[in-house]
């Protein structure tokens, strides 16, 4: 091409190589490239296979899943009354209601959570165990309620309703890229492929106009009608306005704590033992306690140990390295048993606090060190800039270093989360029966269950994976969404 | 205390700018006096007994080799860098370490960095509004149309919902010379403002600098751009050394500069 150019005219660039796509390509090349690294892939093949296929085996056939069915609740809130499930029942409902309006205000970032969250729900609401009709009801409650908080708060648009057509057009992109893609050079395996995703695609995008056609929702009058009264009803609401939102999580946490704990005195919440509050309840409730709490205290710490006054630096340096050089399981205890013996002997501190305090410490004294990190990782020029435009020391800090510095440790935040979420099963230490607690005692407490611990664990190891999952899919979310690395 | 003494209101201070800049340069009044100023860095002498006087309005090229001292000085002016001896007076307020004179001091003089130093996690506007909100509690909306007149001024007004990140250099710095104005300071500081930039947007930003100088603000400005030195300098000074060398018209310091030094510099860079 460049050749029949003129002379003078700059040549159009190169077009990039040519890509060694398909998948008997990539794996030529990256797993049978040479005679050893085929018998190792031959090998370690089997291995996998073999493995894969007893652990399938043992899930389907073998595993006696009674030990986690008709002992749900104990998992779930310990040995909260029965009579009074409905309260923390509720308190789910709340916390979906604020996931669905934050989900109505940020959309995208809170989105796949929240969706998540639904499934997931719907999923255990509907499975086969022992709960009573009401709570099952309640449970697929929180998928609506999920719902409910999106249409307070989203801004539809008529025109992005129906998701038919967004599928379909995706899927026709895709089979047209397919079809560009000239099958007669593939070797034939690609080639097979190639052709059976195209009859595949062709029967979607079937599918998909088929259905478009069909719902074509915003011709529809009451369609219409309804989105126009949601929109308007959003507006009323004004629920995504930052101070509104910030409210509405404070009252409905507080809502959700007060109902699970109790109150004195009001009928229908007797309070709680705090000692009966166990299983992923109380593992949430301490690591919701201790990610909020530390926030802040980390934060105070990290400012006090950049302070210049020396007594405050010196205070938040020794708490921070005391903190940190000792175990959480240590803590925990001394928290227990050490620490009474200093208290006047009628004071009576609950277990519960206790070990929520002492984890948020335990907590924040990490940190403070990661906020501490974050905020040197701030070019010295940000403070000189904002000094220089006559800003004073303090909002130097919390308008340009400190939301930078927060900023870049998103990531680390959300570790130090998930870490402190599962250290919370670490409470058995002083008699809660967390999670875990709760599966060693159902284990070693029935006779029948005795052999069923592959269970037990199998499932507490997935509910733990779930939520820490979760937290690291949201923090992927809020990361691209405040575009870390990019700006 | 001396901060009570200063006008504050833009229309007050206008209307001053405007009867000064009728003035012929000798007779208006030194907004800036440096007397015997010394800086160290721990036992390096930076800055060496530099004493300069700027009238209001004028314009000031400061120049010299790199670790001469001139960056330093400039950062003096704002107490960016605290001065050990000597004294520094910005228009009637001597710089202590009072915290009144240095907020007043700060709220005058405004600063423009080599690496623009614009806040990354904040839009263009807010970059622009958030010190005339927080400092001079501005209400949000006039310090919005402010900000949107001055990014039209430096020829950006498209760009006021954007992050810096997504600007060019030239763009950015014009954006930075758009902050420092916000706060309608008195004194304009420059600190090698296109030293980091592409030599396609060095002129961008030069062209801000020319109209600022034109509307009558009094500029310090450390640069090696010796064609705007040339055009729109009223004096130039020379530093090498910490020591503030020579100092005269650009016409004097391109034709005939009194000092040796100054000449060997000025047949290196031109």
């Given amino acids: 091409m460049s050749a029949a150019a003129p002379a003078q005219a700059m040549p159009p660039p190169p077009p ?32 996998l296979l073999w493995a894969l296929v007893s652990l399938v085996g043992w899930l389907l056939f073998a595993a006696d899943w009674a030990v986690v ?14 009579a009074e499930y409905w309260r923390p029942q509720a308190a789910l409902l709340l916390v979906c209601l604020l996931l669905g309006v934050t989900w109505g205000r940020w959309g995208r970032a809170a989105r796949g959570f929240a969706l998540g969250l639904g499934v997931v729900l719907l999923v255990v609401g509907l499975l086969p165990h022992g709960m009573q009709p009401l ?37 026709h992109a895709r089979a047209a890229r397919l079809y560009l893609r000239r099958p007669n050079r593939l070797p034939p395996a690609a080639w097979l492929t190639v052709q059976a995703s195209r ?25 219409r009608r309804a989105a126009a009264m949601q929109n ?10 930052p101070k509104r939102l910030a409210a509405l999580a404070i009252v409905s946490v507080i809502a959700a704590l007060l109902l699970i704990r109790g109150i004195e005195g009001v009928p229908g919440l007797t309070p709680v033992n705090t000692q009966d509050i ?19 205290l980390g934060i105070a710490l990290a400012l006090g140990r950049r302070s210049n006054l020396p007594v405050v630096k010196m205070v938040c340096v020794g708490f921070i390295e005391l903190v940190r050089g000792v175990p959480l399981i240590t803590l925990l205890f001394m928290s227990r048993h050490i620490l009474p013996l200093t208290f006047p002997a009628n004071i009576h501190v609950d277990a519960l606090y206790l070990s929520a305090i002492t984890i948020t410490l335990f907590s924040s004294a990490y940190m403070a060190e990661n906020v501490r990190g ?4 701030v070019s010295e020029g940000q403070v000189e800039a904002a000094r220089a435009l006559g800003l004073r020391g303090w909002q130097t800090t919390l308008l340009v270093t400190l939301p930078q510095g927060l900023r870049n440790i998103i990531p680390a935040i959300v570790g130090q989360s998930i870490s402190l979420f599962k250290d919370t099963s670490l409470v058995f230490i002083i008699g809660m029966l967390d999670l875990v607690e709760m599966g060693r005692v159902t284990i070693q407490g029935n006779q029948e269950f005795l052999d069923n611990g592959r269970e037990v664990y199998v499932f507490i190891a997935l509910v733990f994976w779930v939520f820490t999952f979760s937290m690291s899919f949201v923090s992927r979310r809020i990361e691209r969404a405040l575009g870390v690395g990019r700006r | 205390m001396a901060a009570s003494n200063q006008s504050n209101g833009p229309g007050a201070q206008a209307l001053d700018m405007d009867a000064v800049t009728r003035l012929p340069l000798e007779q208006r009044d030194d907004i800036i006096v440096c007397e015997h100023v010394h800086k160290w860095f721990g036992d390096f002498c930076a800055v060496r007994d530099v004493s300069m006087r700027v009238k209001r309005g004028e314009v000031v090229v400061i120049f010299g080799p790199s670790g001469s001292g001139k960056s330093t000085f400039i950062r003096m002016i704002n107490r960016l860098e605290e001065h050990q001896t000597g004294a520094i007076v910005v228009d009637g307020i001597e710089m202590t370490n009072d915290v009144r004179n240095l907020d007043a001091i700060r709220r005058e003089v405004g600063m423009v960095f080599q690496q623009f130093n614009l806040f990354p996690h904040m839009t263009v506007l807010n970059n622009i509004t958030l010190a005339p909100q927080r400092v001079r509690h501005v209400p949000r909306q006039e310090a919005e149309a402010a900000a949107r007149q001055l990014l039209e001024r430096v020829g950006i007004p498209e760009q006021a919902d954007k992050y810096p990140a997504e600007l060019s250099g030239g763009q950015q710095q014009r954006v930075a010379i758009a902050r420092a104005l916000a706060m309608q300071p008195q004194i304009m500081l420059f600190d090698e403002p296109t030293s980091a930039l592409d030599p396609e947007m060095i002129k961008e930003v030069l062209d801000a600098m020319r109209e600022l100088a034109a509307t009558g ?40 500069p009194k000092e040796e030094r100054t000449r060997m510099f000025l047949d290196q860079i031109l």
């Fill in chain 1, 16 to 47: 990039p190589p040519a890509m060694t796509v398909g998948l008997v390509g990539w794996l030529r090349a990256n797993l049978f490239s040479s005679r050893v690294n085929s018998a190792l892939t031959v090998v370690l093949g089997a291995v």
């Fill in chain 1, 135 to 171: 709570n099952r009801a309640l449970l697929l409650l929180n998928t609506a309620a999920l719902g409910l908080g999106y249409l307070l708060t989203a801004r539809l648009t008529l025109g992005r309703l129906p998701v038919f057509r967004r599928v379909a057009a995706a899927l």
């Fill in chain 1, 232 to 241: 308007a009803l959003a507006a009323r609401l004004a629920l995504g306005r």
């Fill in chain 1, 199 to 223: 009859l595949l695609n062709a029967g979607a995008v079937g599918l998909g106009y088929l259905l478009t056609a069909w719902l074509a929702l915003e011709r529809r009058p009451w369609v």
């Fill in chain 1, 374 to 377: 974050g905020m040197a990782a």
């Fill in chain 1, 69 to 82: 069915t008709t002992r749900t609740p104990l998992y779930l809130v310990g040995l909260y009354p029965a």
């Fill in chain 1, 278 to 296: 166990g299983g992923l309840l109380l593992n949430l409730l301490l690591a919701l306690f201790g990610i909020v709490m530390s926030m802040p």
């Fill in chain 2, 217 to 256: 603000m009094t500029m310090l400005c450390v640069t090696h751009e010796m064609g705007f030195a040339r055009e729109v300098a009223d004096r130039m000074a020379f530093f090498d050394e910490g020591m503030l060398v020579e100092i005269g018209s650009p016409g004097q310091m391109f034709s005939n």
